[in-house]
């Protein structure tokens, strides 16, 4: 297989961007400290500006700010980031997914995979489910009971769709991802617990993507429901009845208990825990490993936590933190005393 | 299939609820945003109390000090949410799982499969394990040596039992659950990690529910314990040797380190940390998120951290809270000065 | 299968330890609550140092500073639990996994597959993959394309290497384990997310462990590294391109962002988080559930976050935390007005 190959100019047209200095071919993309002269690299994130000046990358991706710290070819772009994701995508090479059913799938004599839908070994596929156009269902996946998977999906191995699932359109599931578990949903009753049943499913919209070993329960009642182009990181737990507007993106190890709402353009960090029954209105940022334990009405950004330090000096902080509010008083009382 | 219908009055003959208002048939459940005329809702939580006037909800079981505000018919619980869920259980439709052993099935010859047992596709069972009567062991389950399946367990799909993993009757288990790993056992030895092997196992006692990828491992002497009625929501970490008393349930992402003791009856929140050789008493909640770095013995509710604050206003208490020790100290000082 | 049993003076001899007391008998291990007569205490922790008068059992390792208070025979050790742990191996009975290939895995015939190698049920191996001498691959595990398992590994079951996953010798991989998985890059684009394409790998060195449920990404561009000597527990999160140094320890539920450095013989407790792009210098220790926000230079521990405390208590605290800075400003006005 010949690796591709494209000029800077190409490149320039094809994303709309601005060339500067001698056209050159590009054969690969790396980082500015690891790209050979064959390669394009790009600077989005200041932190490394540092090292534009010793790159050897032939092209490099930058800010029209930045163009004049770069003295070979350079593309320069508003957002290098997003030019450099689609440059680099000309450079993927995926495995080919024929279409057809590996002989050792088991599928349930109601369900329904479409002729175009690749299913890998090991998949089992449940009763009334339906595999639409050209989805793929990597190895070992297991799909229960009234799931769809909708045209162009991509189950990578091993997910788990449980019961009433429905992917919209190149919905991208990793491994170990559960979707459609049952809720957490348990009362308490003479002193044992009761369990809730289930009655929901999960909605995930068009473009999600689902990290691995993440899990997004079914609703008790009604669905959990990702509008379109929702993006998962790993690991994150999403509780029945969530909903997840579009384009919200959560970082790994994040948490959403149930029923809570979170609007659209949201950003949450990584380990950041969102109690039930909250709303959280549109283009909210919350910092990593913060809890959000009320509502939040207004855009903007929100922490929780305390700032990293030396144990020593933190074991005094932290024994001040039990007295803060005596601290607190005799402040005032100070006030009181000076007036 | 037809849906089940039951009179209002048939529901609270069955479940010792009182009818309050006309007899009505209930077709189904729903929220009390979204239950029609022909289904039955419910008021637990009072932050959806604001809904009980616009419901068109046909039927409504809430406390009876609730019943005032409610027009309709209503059927009065002294525990709603527990009532609900017996409700909704009537009208709950589980797949049927015939008894039998999928094709696909690997067994070891010295294992036992009752013949009242279900066993999905892409499923192994290892040597010495016993699977016991009415069992269900959903699609691409694992389960290794040594390991016993109760009366009437269920793994939903995809769950490993590793080793010497016993569940007692009716445990539930879901997706992607580890029951039985090694535990997280090295020694530093001449500056590289020795393996403690894990000789133990995992008990879990009746009526536990396990969620999804959800871990337990098994002991390094002597086994992990659940005690019966232990509820554990998703990708929570059990370490190895810990002990869970009776009716203690934890919500999603919260973990607890090796050789830790929680007693019966606690709730331990979402995201909650309890280190390792502890012990927590009956009783005991922890709020989200908290870390226990000590033993609890008096029951009650435990918390760490700091409220949700927007990023501006977090940044000057967080840079504060580095100073703490030298504001109570210059507190002090003016007590002193004043004194 | 008879027992083994050896000699107190034999393990004295084989691991370098002193015999104190009587030789005798040992055919096992246990703790010093539950030992026999017959089985091999040890006391490490000094948290148990009063169970080592009731102890019943025959022989006990324990430091040299600890031996006075031991009546009968005592192994002496600098380090108890690593002499502990070598013991232990050899009471430790692992199954036989027979060379082969299982007749239910499905291998790409690109792929190699050792000879010596075990293969268990319900594995796929894709294009060209590789499976070195001796190495377990346990059932339901599945490997993507352009791996490499090397000699001796141990998949233990349903473990996924993704692709480009290459794994040195003796590596172990607990169940449900996510390898080689999409790193989280997604470039915001015109309102909607742009998906960078993660062309890299993950290396993991010699001797790692990685624990049940716990994901680590491959890098976006270049890899994701362990080096070797990398103990991971359950459930932790590595995001792409970062790089964990040799002999670090991390224990459940801890997580790292994206191209992050950690150094070599740190230890991250659990639950903890590193945001990305960081480097910490060898010989860290980050306490449990702390959140690493900034670059460390110098060895040491290091912590975040507030002490447990009963809740009511911890309401006036967290209400205060919000008012610090005015706190603190007040203590100072009062400086001032003392000067």
């Known amino acids: 297989m010949t690796a591709p190959v494209f000029a800077a100019s190409e490149l320039a047209q094809r994303f709309g961007l601005e060339l500067q200095g001698d056209d050159r071919p590009v054969r690969g993309v790396g980082t500015l400290s690891g790209a050979t002269a064959e390669q ?16 050897a ?6 800010r029209p700010d930045d163009a004049d710290a770069r003295d070979g070819t350079a593309l320069l772009a508003r957002d290098p980031y997003a030019a450099f994701a ?5 450079f993927e090479r995926k495995p080919a997914r024929m279409a057809g059913i590996h002989p050792t799938v088991v599928v349930d004599p109601s369900a329904y995979v479409d002729l175009s839908a690749h299913v890998g070994p090991h998949v089992a596929i449940g009763a009334r489910s339906r595999i639409a156009t050209g989805a793929i269902i990597g190895p070992g996946c297991i799909i229960g009971e009234d799931c769809e998977v909708g045209d162009g999906c991509e189950l990578v191995a091993r997910a788990t769709l449980v019961t009433r699932v429905r992917l ?7 491994p170990g991802a559960v979707l459609g578990a049952d809720g957490f949903g348990i009362a308490m009753d003479h002193g044992h ?52 507007g579009a384009h919200t993106a959560m970082a790994g190890c994040s948490a959403v208990a149930g029923s809570a709402t979170i609007g659209r353009h949201c950003l ?3 380990g950041a825990g969102i109690l039930g029954h909250l709303e959280i209105c549109d283009r909210v940022v919350i910092t990593a490993m913060s809890l959000v334990t009320h509502s939040i009405r207004e855009p903007g950004e929100y922490s929780s936590g305390t700032p990293l330090m030396d144990n020593r000096s933190w074991r005094k902080s932290a024994a001040r933190y039990k007295q803060l509010d005596d601290i ?9 005393d000076q007036e």
């Open 193 to 244: 617990w009761t369990k809730v049943p289930q009655l929901g499913g999960v909605v995930v919209g068009d473009d999600c993507e689902i990290g691995a070993n993440t899990t997004i329960d079914r609703g008790a009642l009604g669905d959990t429901v990702l509008e379109q182009d929702v993006r998962l990181d790993n690991q994150i737990q999403v509780g029945h009845n969530v909903r997840i």
């Open 86 to 90: 689609k440059i680099a995508a000309l």
């Open 168 to 174: 919209g359109k190149r919905v991208l599931v990793h």
């Open 40 to 55: 394009l690299g790009f600077l989005a994130n200041p932190r490394y500006r540092g090292q534009l000046a010793a790159t």
């Open 268 to 270: 949450v960090g990584g």
């Open 57 to 62: 990358a032939g092209v490099v991706v930058l």
């Open 328 to 336: 607190a008083r005799r402040t005032r009382t100070g006030d009181k």
